[in-house]
C-alpha cells in the first residue's frame, strides 16, 4: 500500500527513549541517580548475602565471589531481557493514544521499550564491569563482544516481545501469561543455578532454551572470561533474527485489524 | 520533482476506497478467524467507493449525518486506518486535529512535550529544534514552557498542540469542528494562520457539522451518507443537499403535525394559524442564505367571522430579541375573514439578515399590535437558518447592501464648494 505509514526514524526512536527515561524518573528528588543506585544497592546485596554471609561458591572457580558474579551475570542481562518481554507485551494497547491517532509503524512502541530496557541496564553493567575490575576479575579482550550479544539478546526480546504485543491486542489475557511464562522460562534458564546440577533429562530440555545460549554466552564472558565462539554468536543472531522476522510476518498480517481495535 | 508538477498533483487522492470493519463479539475472535479459518465477525461497511481528491491550496468540507463515515475518511487520509480496498494517496505530510496534542505527559515540561511531539507528528530533531522558537512564539505561553504540563490550562495546552501541528510543515491539514483552541483571539490567530496555509499552498480536509463555516471556507465539499458519497462539488450545492437530505430525515421521524399546536400559543382563538412555513427560493428548505429571497407563508384558518384583522410575522435571533416583525395593518392591507375561511398570507423578502439562527413567530390580532386583542399568537411557530452568504460578505446581523466608492478628497471638497 504506498504511502501507507511511515518508516520507523532513528530520531523519532531516540527521542520517544529518550522520553521514556526521562518518564521513569520525573518527579523524583534523585531522578537519574535511581538508574545508578537501584542496580549498585542490588549488587551490593547479592555480594553479601552470598558471598560474605553464606559463602556459596561455584566449584572449579575459587574466587569467593564466584557465585555472586555468576549470578549478576546472568541475572542483570535477563532482568532487561524479561522485563522488556512484559513491558512490550502491553505496550501497543497502553499507548493506543499514539497508535489511534498517528500513522506510526507498529514497531515502533515496542522498540522504544527494548531500548529504554537496554540503556537503562547499561549502569548497572557499567558497575558490574567496575567491581570486577576492582576484585581483579575483569574480563580479558573477549569483552568486545559483550555489546554484539547484549544487541542480539535484546533484539531478541524485541522479536518475542513485539509478536506478544500484537496478540496482546486480540488476546488480553496474554499479559497475565507472559508475567507467568517470563517467571517459568526464568527457573528453566541456569541464572541462579549452574547447569551441571540438574538431572539429565531436565538438561536435555534446557539445552534447547534459547535464553540459556545467550545467557551462557554472558556466564562464559564474565565468569570464566571466554569469549563466544563465532558459530556460537551466528546461532544467537540466527535466534534473533528469526523471532523477530517471525513477528514482523505476523505483524503484517495482522496489523490492519491491531490499528482498528486497540 | 519539480515545483511546477508539484502544484498539479493533488495532495491528498482517494481512489475507490471502501472500508469495512469486522466487528467481533471478543477480540479474540479474530485470531480464532484466522487460525480456523471460519468467519466469526460481522462486517459493517464505514466507506464505501470513495473517490475525492484535494489539491494544494484547496479546502475540501466535508459533512454528513452521524455515522456517515467522516471520522473513517479522516482516519484513513491520516494513514491511521488502512482502507480494506482502493488506494490512498498522499504527498508529504499529513497531520491536523485527530493527532493535536498526541502523547502530551503532563508531568513533563511544555517544552519537553512540544519536542515529542513534534517528532511524532514526523519532524526530524534538526527540524524540530530550528522551529521551537517559533512553536513556543507562536502558542504564547512564555514562562509556562519550562513549567511540568500538570499546571497548564486545557487552552493553554490545545495551544501549544495546535501550535505544533501547524509548525510541522504539513502538506495536509485535517480539521474538524472541535477545532476551539482557546480564547477568541486565539481562535482568530489559529484561522488566520491556517488561511496563511492554505494560501502557500497547503490543503485542508474540513469536517464540520457547521454549514455556515463549510459555505464560507472551503473551496469544495463533498457529502456523506452512510458511507458513501452523495454529493461532490461547490460548497453551496453541498450544503444544500445536505439540507434536503436532513429534511427528508425529519419528514420521516416527525410527520408536520402542527395543527395550532404551537409551543407558545395563545388568544381568542377567532382564528386560528394552521401553520408556518419558510422557504428560500434556493435553497428549497428553512435554511437559506443571507440575501435570498424567502417565502414565509402563514396559513390561517377563521372560525368565526372576523372583520378588520391583522396578519403578522415576527424574526427573533436565538437569544429572543425582535429582529425584524411585519404585518399587514402596517402595509394597510385589509384583512377579513367569514366564518369558516380559510387562507394563506404570504410574506416575500429578502431575507438581509446575518448567518446564524432564528424563530419566526406569527399572530392575528386587531389593530396594529397584538396587545389590544390578540386572537392567536404562535409563538416560535417555525425555525429559520441563516447560511453563508451570497454576494460581497459582511459583519453583524443585518445585511444593508451599502454601494461604496473612493475618489481622492479633492473631488469631495469640490462639490461641496458647488
Known sequence: ?262 | MTMAEQSVLPTIRVCDVTKTYRLYRSPADRLKETILRRPYGRDVVALQHASLSVAPGEILGVVGPNGAGKTTLLKLIAGISKPTSGAIERHGRVTGVLALGTGFNLDLTGTQNAITNAQLLGMSAKETQTRLPQIIEFAELGEFMGEPMKSYSSGMLMRLAFSVAIHSEPTCFLIDEALAVGDAHFQQKCFGRIRDFQASGGAIVFVSHDLNAIRRVCSRAVLLRAGEVLEQGSPETVVNAYYKLIAGYENQSKPVSNKSGFSGSYGSLAARIHSVDVVGEHSDTNAVSSGEVTTVTVAVEAQRETPEVTIGILIRDRFGQDVFGTNTHQHNLKVSFKAGERCVCRFRMAMNLGPGRYTVTAAIHTGETHLDDCIHWADHACDLEVVGITGPRFSGLCRLSPEIDIRPWEEINRAAKS
Request: proline fraction near 5%.
Open chain 1, 1 to 262: 500500500m504506498p504511502g501507507w505509514g511511515r518508516h520507523i526514524t532513528v530520531s523519532l526512536l531516540c527521542e520517544l527513549t529518550k522520553r521514556e527515561l526521562l518518564e521513569r524518573y520525573a518527579g523524583s528528588m534523585l531522578g537519574g541517580v535511581w538508574s545508578f543506585l537501584r542496580p549498585a544497592l542490588t549488587m551490593l546485596v547479592f555480594v553479601v548475602v552470598f558471598s560474605n554471609i553464606m559463602g556459596v561458591t561455584i566449584p572449579g572457580y575459587s574466587s569467593a565471589y564466584s557465585y555472586s558474579v555468576y549470578l549478576i551475570a546472568g541475572l542483570l542481562p535477563w532482568t532487561a531481557f524479561s522485563t522488556s518481554i512484559i513491558r512490550a507485551t502491553t505496550v501497543l494497547v497502553a499507548r493506543r493514544d499514539l497508535l489511534t491517532t498517528l500513522p506510526l509503524p507498529l514497531l515502533t512502541l515496542p522498540a522504544v521499550v527494548v531500548l529504554a530496557e537496554s540503556v537503562a541496564l547499561l549502569p548497572a553493567i557499567l558497575l558490574f564491569l567496575a567491581f570486577l575490575a576492582v576484585t581483579g576479575m575483569a574480563p580479558t579482550y573477549s569483552v568486545w563482544t559483550l555489546p554484539v550479544v547484549f544487541v542480539l539478546h535484546q533484539l531478541f526480546a524485541l522479536g518475542v516481545g513485539f509478536l506478544l504485543a500484537v496478540l496482546h491486542v486480540f488476546l488480553r489475557d496474554l499479559k497475565e501469561l507472559t508475567d507467568v511464562t517470563v517467571q517459568m522460562w526464568f527457573w528453566l534458564t541456569p541464572i541462579a543455578y549452574v547447569a551441571t546440577i540438574l538431572p539429565q533429562e531436565v538438561a536435555q530440555v534446557v539445552a534447547f532454551n534459547p535464553a540459556y545460549w545467550f545467557v551462557r554466552a554472558y556466564q562464559d564472558l564474565f565468569v570464566f572470561r571466554i569469549a563466544p565462539s563465532t558459530i556460537d554468536l551466528a546461532l544467537l543472531a540466527a535466534v534473533a533474527g528469526l523471532t523477530l522476522g517471525g513477528a514482523c510476518v505476523v505483524a503484517k498480517v495482522l496489523e490492519s485489524d491491531v490499528r482498528d481495535l486497540v
